[in-house]
């Protein structure tokens, strides 16, 4: 039962490009939405959210965007640097539940 | 802010034994999950605490699984009787405690069962 799905296990770019991570949810219950970066031998790190009630939240050069009646968010990072290479997971939750969902998650490598 | 602990690191078990996991969370956080991220997915929910009370348990914490959190401070993860099937990245996160709080992982536990 895999409700958040990252369809893309990998995507490259080269350096000072955008990165445009994508995610599809399927429970329509999810009211909060994550993006988790993860670097080899590490923990997953809190990088952007939003809430279901907006549908852009922007922090320095990461965007998250969220379309609920597509049930669909984005990761844009502007400018991508080679630092920002790393695994990238989207995860959701519902607000009464404590059970996060993450997606199997997209490996980005940005070229210098 | 010291960040969430793990220990051990890595663990390698052979099948049969039993290994215990211990996670020390944020100081100031109430809540602490339990994930199990295998290769190629996402961390999986495993279970979940509010302070020392475990509030919620995954249909994949079988009854070989047990997890405590003694005085809402550390937490430990045992598994009894392991398989082959339970080698993964064990994770632990923790957080303040509001719905919309973000998790903060430790750098998890890899478990290689011979």
């Known amino acids: 039962d895999q409700q958040v799905k990252q369809n893309s296990p990998s995507l490259s770019v080269q350096e000072g490009r955008i990165s445009i991570l994508n995610c599809d949810y399927t429970?329509?219950?999810?009211?909060?939405f994550l993006w988790y970066k993860k670097y080899p031998a590490e923990g997953p790190t809190f990088l952007i959210s939003?809430?279901?009630?907006?549908d852009k939240n922007e922090d320095g050069r990461f965007t998250v965007f969220l379309n609920k009646s597509a049930k669909h968010l984005s990761l844009h990072i502007v400018p991508s640097q080679p630092g920002d290479s790393a695994v990238y997971f989207c995860?959701?939750?519902?607000?009464?539940?404590?059970?996060?969902?993450f997606g199997a998650g997209t490996r980005l490598t940005v070229k210098p | 802010d010291t960040g969430v602990s793990q220990d051990p690191r890595h663990k390698i078990t052979k099948r049969g034994q039993n290994v215990t996991f211990r996670c020390d969370p944020i100081?100031?956080?109430?809540?602490l999950y339990w994930y199990r991220q295998t290769l190629g997915q996402g961390p999986e929910f495993l279970t979940y605490?509010?302070?020392?009370?475990?509030?919620?348990k995954s249909r994949l914490l079988s009854d070989r699984f047990s997890a405590e959190r003694p005085k809402g401070s550390f937490s430990t993860l045992e598994i009894q009787r392991t398989e082959q099937g339970d080698s993964a990245m064990y994770l632990c996160?923790?957080?303040?405690?509001?719905?919309?709080?973000?998790?903060?992982f430790g750098n998890g536990t890899r478990l290689t069962v011979t």
């Open positions: 100081s100031e956080h109430n809540r």
């Open positions: 429970n329509s219950m999810f009211d909060y």
């Open positions: 939003i809430s279901s009630i907006k």
């Open positions: 996160a923790s957080s303040l405690g509001f719905g919309d709080s973000p998790l903060h």
């Open positions: 995860a959701a939750i519902h607000y009464n539940n404590n059970d996060m969902r």
């Open positions: 605490f509010q302070n020392e009370a475990q509030l919620e």
